[in-house]
Nanobody, 113 residues
Framework: QVQLVESGGGLVRPGESLRLSCKVS????????MNWYRQAPGNEREWVAT???????DYADSVKGRFTISRDNIKNTVYLQMNNLQPEDTGVYYC???????WGQGTRVTVSS
């Protein structure tokens, strides 16, 4: 059984940073495409970033240059480093494993002065 558990969300001010974590069990992140999505209040869930099993990472235009997706194969964990956060980045962030179609429970990020 595949499980994804996100952590690292919180309340920050504009311009600050957060690092989200997605701990995976049941499959190896090294051989699976991993993704981050987010859902702002009142909006649909939107794609943020993808790290394929091989190849280059990809980002939504709205976060390109500010967010970085990475993984630690030993810890079997995927990360989302978020820098220069803005109020429009507020939302619940979800980790998603494509092959198993598995979502985490989400972690809330609030950017406010």
């Amino acid at each position: 059984q595949v499980q994804l558990v996100e952590s690292g969300g919180g309340l920050v001010r504009p311009g600050e940073s957060l690092r989200l974590s997605c701990k995976v069990s049941g499959r190896f992140v090294s051989v699976n495409a991993m993704n981050w999505y987010r859902q702002a209040p009142g909006n649909e869930r939107e794609w943020v970033a993808t790290m394929p099993a091989g190849g280059t990472t990809d980002y939504a235009d709205s976060v390109k240059g500010r967010f970085t997706i990475s993984r630690d194969n030993i810890k079997n964990t995927v990360y989302l480093q978020m820098n220069n956060l803005q109020p429009e980045d507020t939302g619940v962030y979800y980790c998603y494993m494509s092959l198993s179609d598995t979502w985490g429970q989400g972690t809330r990020v609030t950017v406010s002065s």
